[in-house]
């Protein structure tokens, strides 16, 4: 696409960088096909060849307006059209610049202000959040049936005692803590178990809070950026002092912007080396255990059925395509074919509250897909998939690496 990037924003190193993206598109269309809000609603700019259309417009020097802001907040930033785009368009990094411009530029209704304020300061504090989900559930019946669906059940509770403590691990590695972990905190507590059998003692740092991806990709760039140089501030002298092999994130929606540290940080030059180091130590936990000898799992998991659900943080963010899938299928567990299986659940960070009916709408679409083969339990690997989704089914939806620790006791 051929741009004029505006004399006002010649000097801007995020702009030029975003004007390089645009530049790649060819108009093919190709990415149409794989957009979830195209295939709901059909029009050209809720797709991604339109919204970068509306973001060229920005580059341009035309300001920001109300349809900019619509079709942008609309944008689930799952990045399948980056998965199917021939031409490398890396359309996340634009759609990150678009919504930060915006923001700058544009103010929002007094409703959509306080929620995107509350859930800024809701959801990364554990406090908050735990409170918040303790006073939910004691009200759960009184509340409107959509509020309600959000409010999972208590989850059973942690055990991290049967794992092997610290001394006897050799390997260390350093875990993140999750936001919103503690709706359902086995996740992390089977990650410790199944790390411990080889070896591997994971540790966090208390100090390291929100990953930052939740204001960083609501357009808050200086929020979400002052909250990764915190997360790099907490991590860095364990990873200094102590043979931190690598730092796990079990959420794939956090951990693909922990994997882009080095690149969000890069014109900071107080944190661009660090934030390149620790990006290049984070993992999903599926890298770490494709790597280990699992025999000892092998074929344990046969005759129980289960449906994978792929986050598009997984598939198309870390693009650690059917890991996770094999991983389990080595288990032994049976994975019924999921159609349409590169689409967006509607999750995505904080989507499902802000644009709640696409969110439905998509949900339905995959639960439907996720269900046809009838499977005992859905598996994902991101807790925002996880916690959407069994707000809409009766089934249970675990995280995969949870089935792995089943099939150890
Ligand atoms: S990120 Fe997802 S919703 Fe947004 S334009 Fe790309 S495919 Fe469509
Ligand atoms: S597939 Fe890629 S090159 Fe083609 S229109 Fe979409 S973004 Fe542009």
Not at 30 to 42: K, N, R
Not at 236 to 247: G, Y
Request: hydrophobic content about 40%; some cysteine.
């Amino acid at each position: 696409m051929h741009t004029h990037l505006a004399e006002t924003l010649r000097d801007s190193p995020a702009a030029r960088d975003a004007e390089a993206i645009v530049r790649r598109c060819v108009h093919c269309g190709f990415c149409l096909a794989t957009c979830p809000t195209y295939q709901v609603l059909g029009d050209e700019r809720d797709s991604p060849r339109g919204r970068i259309y509306l973001i060229q417009q920005l580059l341009e020097g035309e300001p920001a307006n109300a349809t900019t802001q619509t079709h942008l907040d609309r944008c689930l930033g799952c990045r399948s059209c980056e998965t199917t785009c021939p031409s490398g368009v890396r359309y996340g990094a634009l759609l990150d610049y678009g919504r930060g411009v915006v923001e700058t530029q544009l103010s929002r209704r007094p409703r959509e202000r306080l929620l995107r304020a509350a859930l800024l300061r809701v959801v990364p504090s554990r406090g908050l959040f735990d409170a918040l989900l303790r006073l939910g559930r004691l009200f759960k019946p009184v509340l409107p049936p959509r509020l309600r669906a959000k409010i999972p059940p208590v989850a059973a509770a942690a055990d991290t005692a049967s794992a092997p403590t610290a001394a006897r691990a050799t390997r260390r590695m350093l875990v993140l803590d999750v936001c919103g972990e503690s709706a359902a905190p086995n996740t992390r507590a089977a990650t410790m178990r199944v790390f411990a059998r080889f070896g591997i003692a994971l540790e966090t740092a208390p100090a390291a809070g929100c990953c930052g991806a939740l204001a960083y990709h609501m357009g808050r760039h200086e929020e979400g950026l002052a909250a990764m140089r915190r997360t790099i501030d907490a991590w860095w002298p364990l990873v200094e002092q102590r043979a931190v092999e690598a730092i796990v994130v079990t959420a794939s929606g956090c951990g693909v912007t922990v994997h882009e540290y080095g690149h969000l940080l890069r014109h900071d030059p107080a944190y661009a080396q660090k934030a390149a180091r620790i990006a290049a130590l984070a993992r999903d936990p599926a890298d770490i255990l494709a790597g280990e000898d699992r025999s000892h799992l092998a074929g344990l998991g046969a005759g129980r059925s289960i449906a994978f659900h792929a986050p598009c943080t997984l598939q198309h963010g870390l693009k650690r395509e059917a890991l996770v899938e094999r991983l389990l299928r080595e288990a032994g567990y049976e994975l019924a074919p999921v159609a349409d299986a590169h689409l967006c659940c509607g999750s995505a960070g904080s989507y499902s509250v802000l644009q709640p009916q696409l969110a439905t709408e998509l949900r339905t679409r995959k639960l439907a897909n996720l269900e046809a083969g009838v499977p005992e339990l859905i598996a994902t690997a991101n807790i925002g998939c996880q916690l959407h989704l069994a707000a809409g089914t009766s089934r249970p939806v675990r995280h995969w690496i949870e089935l792995l620790d089943d099939l150890s006791h």
